[in-house]
Each structure stands twice: as structure tokens, then as C-alpha cells.
């Protein structure tokens, strides 16, 4: 079996569930800045800084929920709220 040949065949073969599971694993930008009920360019700037990670496919933004859920039990969403003087520091 050649090079091309294979990787069609290992695609093919492949349980489509395994993509479902990575996408359901993910959310989008939009989704996160609902979550947290912040601006897009806030998201934006902790991808910068390195405080959040991204992974990146194009024009598509999608952050893992393992790393959503470890950012949010660091405490880091109440803390950039209360640094910059907001009350409450819900999520």
C-alpha cells in the first residue's frame, strides 16, 4: 500500500467518534467570552501573555476544557476581575 493509499484507508477506518470526542472536549472563542462574560479581545490578550492556551486551525480558535477548567480552578477569572475593580468575580 503506497503513502497516499494508507492515510486514505487510516482516515476511513478510523470511528468517527473519536472526532466528536475532540470537538465536544473544545469551545470557541464565543463560547469562552459567554462562560466568563468577557470580550473576545480580553481572550485574545491572555492567549498572548501565554496565561491561556489556544490551539489554532486557520481562522479557528478552539480552547480544550481541561485547560478552561484548570484556568477557572486557579482562581485567575476572580483575580483579573478583582484587579480591575469589578464586584462579584463570577464566572
Do not use: H
Not at 503506497?2 to 468517527?16: C, H, I, L, S, T
Not at 501573555?49 to 486557520?58: D, E, P, S
Amino acid at each position: 500500500m503506497k503513502g497516499v493509499d494508507f492515510m486514505v484507508w487510516y482516515w476511513n477506518a478510523m470511528p468517527k467518534s473519536i472526532t466528536i470526542a475532540v470537538e465536544s472536549q473544545s469551545i470557541s472563542r464565543a463560547q469562552l467570552s459567554q462562560r466568563w462574560s468577557c470580550s473576545v479581545e480580553t481572550l485574545k490578550r491572555r492567549e498572548k501573555t501565554g496565561r491561556l492556551r489556544a490551539w489554532k486551525n486557520g481562522r479557528l480558535v478552539r480552547y480544550r476544557m481541561p485547560d478552561v477548567l484548570d484556568y477557572e480552578a486557579q482562581g485567575s477569572i476572580v483575580a483579573d476581575r478583582l484587579s480591575k475593580g469589578q464586584e462579584g468575580g463570577a464566572l
